[in-house]
């Protein structure tokens, strides 16, 4: 079993829509939870943290759930420039190293 | 947010030949840094882990002799393709840990889209 997994998609919304992906990862012990976004050829930008209380920023609400060992991110109000691959990052921490892992990612492609 | 920069952001080089990329972190100081390569339509692969002072970690299956790795102070990383060959062409993308009022948090650099010929 991969150690982060996501569904790759890709998800095709119409603009406006509501779209959720889900990202779980299999280590119990991993600390901190990011989402990311990466445009096509270019590096991944940093979108938000995940928190167990849950973390909005405008459309865009990440949650975590350290119970069944997932994470979502939930986008509201679909704008085209949402198109992207989104990327959920797992941290593990151990003896003072960071240990980042990576999904494979998600695609989504919002069209008119 | 910190910036992380990368130089250069495109390179084409001949077969044989030894590319150096650089990954600076400009606002802040980095004990760690990572690189990753990633093919077309394909996830990032992180190849190692970059640690100020001392020697990077390979992930399994990345030649350290290939890709050689310096840390040299803590807001610059090097990676050194030795002996390029056409199928290391790929996007070589470096990201820094900052770890301001003691959150986690990882830049990435632009990436360098290395060609070999």
């Known amino acids: 079993r991969k150690e982060v997994e996501q569904d790759p998609g890709p998800f095709n919304v119409p603009e406006g829509a509501t779209v959720a992906f889900n990202c779980t990862y299999s280590?119990?012990?991993?600390?901190?939870f990011f989402w990311y976004r990466q445009d096509c050829r270019k590096e991944p930008k940093l979108l938000m943290s995940v928190y167990s209380s849950g973390n909005e920023d405008g459309r865009f609400t990440a949650q975590l759930n350290r119970a069944s060992q997932y994470i979502s991110l939930l986008i509201r109000d679909s704008k085209l420039s949402d198109s992207a691959t989104y990327l959920c990052v797992v941290i593990l921490a151990s003896g003072g190293s960071y240990i980042p892992t990576f999904g494979r990612g998600t695609s989504l492609i919002v069209h008119p | 947010g910190a910036v992380v920069s990368q130089h250069p952001s495109w390179v084409i080089c001949k077969s044989g030949t030894s590319v150096k990329i650089e990954c600076r972190s400009l606002?802040?100081?980095?004990?760690?840094m990572f690189w990753y390569r990633q093919f077309p339509k394909q996830s990032l692969m992180l190849m190692a882990t970059s640690n100020e002072g001392s020697k990077a970690t390979y992930e399994q299956g990345v030649e350290k002799d290939k890709f050689l790795i310096n840390h040299a102070s803590l807001t610059l990383s090097t990676l050194t393709v030795t002996s390029a060959h056409p199928e290391d062409s790929s996007f070589y993308i470096c990201?820094?840990?900052?770890?301001?009022?003691?959150?986690?948090?990882?830049?990435f650099g632009p990436g360098t889209r290395l060609t070999v010929t």
């Open positions: 606002d802040f100081q980095a004990t760690t």
């Open positions: 990201s820094a840990i900052s770890l301001g009022r003691g959150v986690y948090e990882q830049y």
């Open positions: 280590n119990s012990a991993s600390q901190s």
